[in-house]
């Protein structure tokens, strides 16, 4: 057992952290949990097998918070997003504007009218008193953040189309946008 250990503890264990590092949404967060789960039982199993009762501890105590990030992000967050969904789904068939999840506005794809996918929204800016959505910060480009090109698209030209953002524009303006600092965005 302790062979089998060595290699599934460490191995599940940086899996898990690359599944929740990622940000890819609620459910691979929630498995990646899952998978923390395993490594931290393996790193128990190792633990007790070696004789390290601090190990062991250690890796209680984060087998209990893997439990809680598995409800956090399967049970509770993906009951949220299906509420959120639905509200949506019942709003095209009333009268009125839709609805969206404001959560789609830190991770929806943005699409261009050209059908090109461009990059993703990271966030918004809304003004206080009206709640009305003022820009998007686009992401274009670069591997987990390094690399990335921020870009302001005012939100006259976009809107929500189901899971996706459409904007009102074309890749080339799309392109031409003026580019934003990760620390220095426009106050209006």
Known sequence: MESIATWVAPIATTIAAFMTASNLGSRVTGWGFG????GSIAWIALGLATGQPNLVWQNAILTALNLFGIWRWLGR??????????AAEESSAAPGEDLFPV???GKGRLVTLDGDEVGSC???MAQCQSGRLAYLVA???????VGETLRRVDWKRAAVDGDRIRLRLDRATFASLPTLEKDRWPGR
């Open 35 to 38: 998978v923390f789960t395993i």
């Open 77 to 86: 967050q993906a009951g949220l997003e299906k509420g959120a969904g639905k």
């Open 103 to 105: 959560s789609l506005l």
């Open 122 to 124: 990271v966030d918004a």
């Open 139 to 145: 992401s274009e480009g670069g591997v987990a953040g």
